[in-house]
């Protein structure tokens, strides 16, 4: 196992689940329900005389699906401890209680966990819609960010005027000003062209059927204002202005759309590293899948004392791993004291401005970021087909994102050749993020003839 700098007592998922399935026995199988009907499954196996591990690699395994496929009916069917154990964590009062009313408000649906025979577990039933590539008429592309909303006006296919708007989303507890922003940013998109044919949206957070279920731009917002101001805001906003067709997806997923763009690429796997880890994917067909891909709350080290995610209170998640706060983390083991009057994008900042003056230590924070992103990338691959890793966001600016890079690269080398012959990393340039996102976003409806 090739180790990381700094976390040195990291278990990546990847070779712990490699070796418990070298010597699994007996058949396990994992059925997730989610909105329209659609379920995903996933067959797999556990250790018959070793119900403590299984335990274990199966709790660790069902939260990695959860999160990166979404739903909210659990069917499992195997060895009945197993079973009843996975049950027990997702019970009110249960360690994973925190992930159960998460996607209970995501899919609008009580969470409930299914014990079943494996024979009665349901099969996969999925049917992936295209959405996005078109570039006829007259279309606003928006992107809403947590500091900047980027909207264009987009003609056939071409950005005729795109603008960055400042705004503070995550502090504003009134939707009045949430409503403000966004409305007075499509109405200045609008104001460019002489009619508008469709709104395409890229925006932060979940959102099931254009509506928005979960958002930290609206982290300030109560529950009751946000169910009924915000959950439709983009519906109720394009049919103000002309009930002009809308659609909505997730910022993760316009990224790896852009990126499929514009190289025409498929089964491309966008992370986003940020305020946190985002993740979007594009599917062999070329398709945006309707899966959650909240990849900040996927497991990616299965060390006992791994770091702690405070939002949900588990360890090891893929926050902690994959984003400005990965680097404050680790800054310590490097040596490196940042004040606390900084804000955690300063802190960032004023990492990577060691690595430019040649700061040693500062290079090995993300040497590590790297090394951990190679394994986490061998653990997502058991859920997408990977072929296109596409790497975005403030941590991968300047000389870091290259040495992750360059680090990811060497652990699928040595620890994954297979994965390394089929998987390329890239980073976009500045033109492809800026107006590849901006064409990416206005595509996404399809207009009606």
């Not at 995903?40 to 069902?62: G, M, N, P, Q, V």
């Not at 401890?81 to 649906?109: Q, T, W």
């Not at 059927?209 to 169910?227: H, P, Q």
Request: hydrophobic share 40%; glycine share 8%; charged share 25%.
């Amino acid at each position: 196992m090739l180790k990381p700098v700094f976390d040195v007592d990291f278990v990546p998922a990847a070779v712990f689940n490699n070796s418990f399935l070298s010597v699994a026995d007996e058949a396990f199988s994992i059925a997730i329900e989610r909105e329209n009907g659609f379920v995903y499954r996933f067959d797999t196996k556990i250790i018959s005389s070793d119900i403590e591990k299984s335990c274990f690699y199966a709790e660790r395994l069902l939260k990695m699906l959860l999160w990166t496929v979404g739903g909210f009916k659990i069917f499992i069917g195997g060895n009945k401890a197993v079973c009843d154990y996975l049950a027990a964590c997702y019970r009110p009062g249960g360690i994973r209680a925190f992930d159960a009313k998460f996607m209970s408000r995501v899919y609008e649906n009580p969470f409930e966990v299914i014990v079943t025979d494996i024979s009665k577990v349901p099969c996969k039933n999925e049917n992936f819609v295209s959405i996005g590539r078109h570039l006829d008429g007259n279309r606003i592309g928006f992107d809403a960010g947590g500091s900047d909303i980027k909207v264009s006006a987009v003609v056939e296919g071409k950005v005729i005027y795109s603008e960055e708007i400042v705004w503070n989303p995550k502090i504003n507890s009134s939707p009045d000003y949430h409503y403000r922003y966004i409305r007075s940013a499509l109405e200045k998109a609008a104001a460019k062209m002489e009619r508008v044919d469709a709104i395409g949206v890229s925006s932060a957070g979940v959102y099931v059927n254009n509506r928005a279920m979960v958002a930290s731009l609206f982290i300030k917002i109560s529950d009751e204002l946000f169910d009924e101001k915000i959950k439709d805001i983009y519906l109720n906003i394009a049919k103000e202005m002309g009930d002009i067709p809308v659609t909505v997806a997730n910022d993760g997923d316009v990224a790896a759309l852009a990126g499929s763009m514009y190289k025409n690429r498929n089964n491309v796997l966008g992370i986003a590293m940020g305020t946190g880890e985002a993740g979007g994917y594009i599917d062999s067909a070329g398709n945006i899948t309707n899966y959650l891909n909240e990849l900040a709350f996927v497991p990616v080290d299965y060390d006992k004392n791994a770091s702690i995610d405070e939002w949900s209170g588990d360890r090891g998640c893929g926050s902690s791993y994959f984003s400005q706060d990965a680097v404050i983390r680790l800054a310590p083991q490097a040596g490196i004291i940042l004040s606390d009057k900084l804000t955690p994008a300063e802190k960032l900042k004023e990492v990577q401005f060691l690595i430019e003056k040649g700061q040693e230590n500062a290079r090995k924070i993300f040497e590590t970021i790297g090394v951990h992103l190679g394994y986490a990338v061998a653990h997502y691959g058991e859920v997408y087909d990977i072929r296109f890793l596409q790497l975005m966001g403030r941590v991968t600016s300047g000389e870091g994102g290259n040495i992750i890079v360059e680090n990811a690269k060497k652990v699928l080398k040595t620890q994954f050749p297979s994965l390394h012959e089929k998987i390329t990393l890239y980073m976009p340039d500045e033109y492809e993020r800026r107006v590849g996102q901006s064409i990416a976003a206005a595509s996404l409806p399809q207009i009606k003839k």
